[in-house]
């Protein structure tokens, strides 16, 4: 394989991961020890918040009364095309029943869990979009008990924005709380009774951690954060256009990677030039997250065949994944890991981060090559049921009880045996060897 780095990052999406684990570790520990007294705590030193943590509905609807119509048109539009999106997910997976042998019926029941927490993070910017990707696709799976948490914005409470987004979604329960503490007090179900059995939504590498840490005490989507991009190109693609799209995603935070994959040196070389210009002339908080995200994780690799671009898209596999090159479907045949696929220059990622649909909730570091994204099918469980008649419980019983003997299984077997006593007494069977004593 021939390629060539032309900016090789200095740092890695786990370059981080160490410290954040030890911090997490310790706040997690200290919160199912001490419960909301130390949800409190956090709330207070992390982000200088001392008021409610449930927000009232009373408090809710005077929050939302001051947001701009124009805002709210916006957001509406963009929840229904979510959850539009996440109900035909849903309609894909089916109830069935059949039957595997004469007498023995088998079946598929899909039902939404009970309780879901949804995160969006409001720190470096208030993650609008993050709050109805996770609660509309929640309430499409029918989930009856959906808790939303965003931190404080600024020194201030939730933001408007992101309120109005998780009321018009569906959120039954919305709390004022960020970070590693939210993810936990969900959880553990502190404030509300109601301990979530998945919980969701992107965050810092704090976050991302303490989902992992949780996860297996509950359910989770993907490790979600800090967000990537990779943009495939090649000599027909726009060296503007594909350099837009890098910084973008970069904006997202300090620790972003921002890739390009081409076979194409000059288009290489134009957006080497173009993406620091780009993140010159960009308002002060984005322009600080985006220069360290290109300086430290960004990189250019020169491939000299597209089939050397799909190997090494599928082993970064990138949470975010742009093609801008000729014969898009044969892109599409062949790319196999990334979180979400963005096909062509008129589909941009940041239209996938906020309306177009299918959710912006995605694996990173590599966890794409195993996992999709965040979708309906995060908050139903599929459940299997069997039944059967007396003739077809025979044959099962023999097979079963020859089987558990030879796995040494002896209580096993007799399960079997005492049934072919009970319904077929006058009949003989090879039941296999007793497990000897």
């Not at 200290?30 to 007294?37: A, M, P, S, T, V």
């Not at 190109?233 to 726009?238: Q, V």
Request: aromatic letters at 8%.
């Amino acid at each position: 394989m021939s390629i060539l780095y032309l900016k090789k990052a200095s740092k890695n999406p786990e370059t981080e991961t160490s410290s954040a684990q030890q911090v997490v570790v310790e706040m997690l520990a200290n919160i199912e020890k001490n419960g909301e007294l130390a949800v409190r705590e956090y709330a207070k030193s992390l982000d200088k918040w001392t008021g409610e943590i449930i927000l009232s509905p009373k408090e809710i609807d005077k929050i939302i009364s001051e947001v701009p119509t124009l805002v709210k048109q916006d957001i509406d539009f963009a929840v229904k095309q979510v959850y539009d999106f996440a109900l035909a997910q849903k309609e894909s997976i089916q109830n069935f029943s059949t039957e595997l042998y004469p007498g023995v019926v088998a079946g598929q029941k899909v039902l939404p869990v009970n309780v879901v927490g949804c995160y969006a993070p409001s720190g470096r910017y208030a993650h609008i979009a993050s709050a109805y990707m996770t609660v509309a696709t929640a309430k499409a799976a029918g989930v009856k008990n959906i808790i939303a948490c965003s931190s404080p914005f600024r020194g201030g409470g939730i933001h408007p924005y992101v309120l109005y987004a998780f009321k018009a979604a569906g959120a039954d329960i919305i709390m004022t709380l960020g970070g590693v503490q939210a993810i936990a007090t969900m959880a553990l179900g502190l404030f509300t009774g109601k301990p979530a059995d998945v919980v969701v939504g992107p965050g810092n590498k704090f976050v991302a951690e303490a989902k992992r840490t949780l996860f297996g005490k509950v359910g989770i989507d993907v490790f979600a954060g800090p967000s990537e991009i990779a943009v495939i190109a090649d000599e027909t693609a726009d060296p503007k256009i594909v350099a837009s799209d890098l910084v973008g995603q970069a904006e997202h935070g300090h620790e972003s990677p921002a890739w390009l994959f081409t076979t194409s040196k000059e288009l290489a070389d134009q957006v080497a030039r173009l993406v620091p210009d780009m993140i010159a002339k960009l308002p002060p908080i984005a322009k600080d997250a985006a220069s360290c995200a290109w300086r430290d994780y960004g990189e250019i690799i020169l491939c000299n065949t597209r089939e050397e671009v799909v190997e090494i898209s599928d082993r970064y596999a990138s949470e975010h994944l742009e093609v801008h090159a000729a014969n898009l479907d044969w892109w599409l045949e062949h790319l196999t890991c990334y979180g979400s696929l963005f096909l062509g220059e008129e589909t941009t990622v940041a239209y996938g981060d906020k309306t177009s649909g299918p959710n912006h909730v995605l694996p990173t570091k590599g966890a794409a090559r195993y996992s999709g994204g965040l979708s309906v099918h995060k908050f139903m469980k599929t459940l299997t049921w069997q039944k059967m008649s007396r003739e077809a419980s025979k044959k099962m019983a023999v097979v079963t009880a020859r089987i558990s003997r030879l796995e040494g299984m002896e209580a096993h077997a007799r399960t079997a045996d005492d049934r072919l006593d009970k319904y077929f007494p006058a009949e003989k069977f090879d039941l296999g060897k007793p497990v000897e004593a």
